[in-house]
Structures are given as C-alpha cells and as structure tokens.
C-alpha cells in the first residue's frame, strides 16, 4: 500500500495567515492526489482534486500543487470557517490512501 | 445537490454481519462509482471499497475475504455487508462519490457511527 505522510499534525494559525500542509507520499502517484476538509460531525468536503483542480463551489484561496510524491495545500488568507482538519488522499494504486490528517487550530 | 445519507444499525453483535445502505438524492446512481470509506475512533481513514453502478466491484485486500457492496439503482441506494466483525470494526462509516475510476471523492455522506459490543 502507498503510505501518505502529512505534516505537521497540527498547526495553529490566525484569521488572516497563510498556512500551508504538506503530503508525502511513499512512491510517486502522479497528480492523483486530492485534498478534503472535515469538521467535526459533518461531512466531509472536497477541495482540490488531481493535485492542483480546485473542486467547483471552493474558494480560491485554497491551493493546491505538487505532483510525483511531494503535495503542498496552502490557505493564503485564513477564513474563520477553515478551522477544520485537513487531509490528503492518493488514488493512483489501490488501495486508496490517506494521511493522518492536520488539525488547524485557531491560535 | 448531490446528497448521500447512511443509514443502518448502529450496534452489532460481535461475529455478526454489519449492515449499512447509502441513499443518493440529488443525481442519478448510473455512471458514477460508489465507495465505503470508515475511520475508527481516533484513528486514521481506510478505505472499504467501491462498486460501480452497473455492479463491478473492487475492494482494500485487507477486508475482502468480509466485505460485499452491492447496488440497487432502481432505489438509487448502495449497501455494505461485513461479516464476522469484532470490536476492531468500530468506527464512523462514510459512503461517498467517485465520478470514475481512480478518481477523487466529490461527495461525501455524513457518516454513521457503528459500534461492534455484546
């Protein structure tokens, strides 16, 4: 299986801050890489798909990039409703993996 | 608005079968895949597996030998079958879209939390 590899786990930012999250994966998958945010009891919610293709309805502050086995998510201005865990997903090979995930935390 | 809602028991016997079905509204069931996705307590996100609308499946090695995931279109409803399950199969159960085959996850259910305990 490809293991994904996000960091940091955790991250503590501020309304208005550029963060971004870096995902790893274990062998290169292309841009078959897609990014979700998930809040607590909801569902989850596709941002960026095929590394780099912002999911129709999401703001354009959400970026994504990288391709082969190194993929960054970078928030460019912080949004009091970004505050959720973020994670990374490859589907190049099956079976489909994710990354642990990232909590942003309002600082 | 595409809509997926899961629904099911939420207490299994241990060596029992789970059970779920997840209902799409919002958007036909054909030419779309249909995958389960389940995250333990505290843990990481796994996926279960997928079935396309005309039946064809394909499902993580490591729960094939207990998973079925089948497909209804006339009720536009897919469901989850998991047999001989322990308390290693407690977790939040998700049903989501794919728009093909080694593709995204575009929708997502809410998910539902199953418990596996005597």
Same mark, same amino acid.
């Given at each position: 299986?490809?293991?994904?590899?996000?960091?940091?786990?955790?991250?503590?930012?501020?309304? %208005?801050?550029?963060? =971004?999250? &870096?995902?790893?994966?274990? #062998?290169?998958?292309?841009?078959?890489?897609?990014?979700? /945010? *998930?809040?607590?009891?909801?569902?989850?919610?596709?941002?960026?798909?095929?590394?780099?293709?912002?999911?129709?309805?999401?703001?354009?502050?959400?970026?994504?990039?990288?391709? %082969?086995?190194?993929? =960054?998510? &970078?928030?460019?201005?912080? #949004?009091?409703?970004?505050?959720?865990?973020?994670?990374? /997903? *490859?589907?190049?090979?099956?079976?489909?993996?994710?990354?642990?995930?990232?909590?942003?935390?309002?600082? | 608005?595409?809509?997926?809602?899961?629904?099911?028991?939420?207490?299994?016997?241990?060596?029992?079968?789970?059970?779920?079905?997840?209902?799409?509204?919002?958007?036909?069931?054909?030419?779309?895949?249909?995958?389960?996705?389940?995250?333990?307590?505290?843990?990481?996100?796994?996926?279960?597996?997928?079935?396309?609308?005309?039946?064809?499946?394909?499902?993580?090695?490591?729960?094939?030998?207990?998973?079925?995931?089948?497909?209804?279109?006339?009720?536009?409803?897919?469901?989850?079958?998991?047999?001989?399950?322990?308390?290693?199969?407690?977790?939040?159960?998700?049903?989501?879209?794919?728009?093909?085959?080694?593709?995204?996850?575009?929708?997502?259910?809410?998910?539902?939390?199953?418990?596996?305990?005597?």
């Amino acid at each position: 299986d490809i293991q994904m590899t996000q960091s940091p786990s955790s991250l503590s930012a501020s309304v %208005g801050d550029r963060v =971004t999250i &870096t995902c790893r994966a274990s #062998q290169d998958i292309s841009n078959y890489l897609a990014w979700f /945010q *998930q809040k607590p009891g909801k569902a989850p919610k596709s941002l960026i798909y095929a590394a780099s293709s912002l999911q129709g309805g999401v703001p354009s502050r959400f970026r994504g990039s990288g391709s %082969g086995t190194d993929f =960054t998510l &970078t928030i460019s201005s912080l #949004q009091p409703e970004d505050f959720a865990t973020y994670y990374c /997903q *490859q589907y190049n090979s099956y079976p489909y993996t994710f990354g642990q995930g990232t909590k942003l935390e309002i600082k | 608005q595409v809509q997926l809602q899961e629904s099911g028991p939420r207490l299994v016997k241990p060596s029992e079968t789970l059970s779920l079905t997840c209902t799409v509204s919002g958007g036909s069931i054909s030419d779309y895949y249909w995958n389960w996705i389940r995250q333990p307590p505290g843990k990481g996100l796994e996926w279960i597996g997928y079935i396309y609308y005309n039946g064809n499946t394909n499902y993580n090695p490591s729960l094939k030998s207990r998973v079925t995931i089948s497909v209804d279109t006339s009720r536009n409803q897919f469901s989850l079958n998991l047999n001989s399950v322990t308390a290693a199969d407690t977790a939040i159960y998700y049903c989501a879209r794919s728009p093909g085959d080694k593709r995204h996850f575009d929708y997502w259910g809410q998910g539902t939390l199953v418990t596996v305990s005597s």
